[in-house]
């Protein structure tokens, strides 16, 4: 079973446009991560939010945690064609050894 | 690009068969999971290992089995596969720190079993 949800599933923009997707998971954390995969190639992390932190950012990339709702964003500004890809949320527990994946979000960004 | 590899990239198998799935981590980690993504889904949890012992397993059965070597690098084995067993095993390392940070992962090995 997968502990993290995405939505939405699918998401078509425009070049230079923002991309939003958010995801939900069940149990309490010691943080989350987004990784980026491409084509169903290997994945490649973008950033990491602990439970106590709030919001994070790396480049275009802007993290939100909200652990009273158990949910999670991330927003890409000003998307490229080469943010295609699909994103995954995946969350680690306290005292746990394991990520939790959901089932992504496919993000196409039209040229 | 990280530091993890995987061999072979792809592999086709018949039902019954085994295999065997290889993974060198990047230098310095000691810590390899495995992971299994069906089309489609997001990557599920196979085992870990750390310094060559199993670190905790998530919901597959027995016939997955794997091994951890002094270099850290570490193998997959499945044993009678099933057609649910088509998927891409994702390997992914980690550096010796406390908890579950940033794993690397590798490019995956893409399974088909006929």
């Known amino acids: 079973s997968q502990q993290g949800e995405e939505d939405p599933q699918a998401l078509s923009i425009q070049e230079g446009e923002n991309a939003t997707m958010n995801c939900s998971y069940k149990?309490?954390?010691?943080?989350l991560q987004w990784y980026r995969q491409n084509s169903g190639r290997g994945l490649v992390h973008l950033i990491l939010?602990?439970?106590?932190?709030r919001e994070k950012h790396s480049g275009r990339l802007r993290v939100t945690l909200d652990t009273s709702k158990k949910s999670s964003s991330l927003l890409i500004t000003a998307s490229r064609a080469a943010d295609t890809a699909s994103y995954f949320c995946?969350?680690?527990?306290?005292?746990?050894?394991?990520?939790?994946f959901g089932a992504g979000t496919t993000v196409t960004v039209r040229a | 690009e990280t530091g993890v590899t995987q061999s072979p990239t792809h592999l086709i198998k018949t039902r019954g068969q085994q295999v065997t799935l290889r993974c060198s981590s990047q230098?310095?980690?000691?810590?390899v999971s495995w992971y299994q993504q069906a089309l489609g889904q997001g990557p599920q949890f196979i085992f870990q290992?750390?310094?060559?012992?199993?670190?905790g397993r998530g919901n597959f059965p027995p016939r997955f089995s794997g091994l951890q070597f002094p270099n850290y690098s570490s193998e997959l084995n499945v044993n009678a596969l099933e057609l649910d067993d088509s998927a891409l095993y994702l390997c992914?390392?980690?550096?010796?720190?406390?908890?579950?940070?940033?794993?690397?992962f590798g490019p995956g090995t893409r399974l088909t079993v006929l």
């Open positions: 149990t309490s954390i010691n943080n």
């Open positions: 939010i602990r439970s106590n932190e």
């Open positions: 992914a390392s980690s550096p010796p720190t406390s908890g579950v940070g940033e794993q690397f």
């Open positions: 995946a969350t680690c527990r306290s005292n746990d050894y394991k990520l939790s």
């Open positions: 230098s310095g980690h000691n810590t």
């Open positions: 290992y750390y310094r060559e012992e199993e670190n």
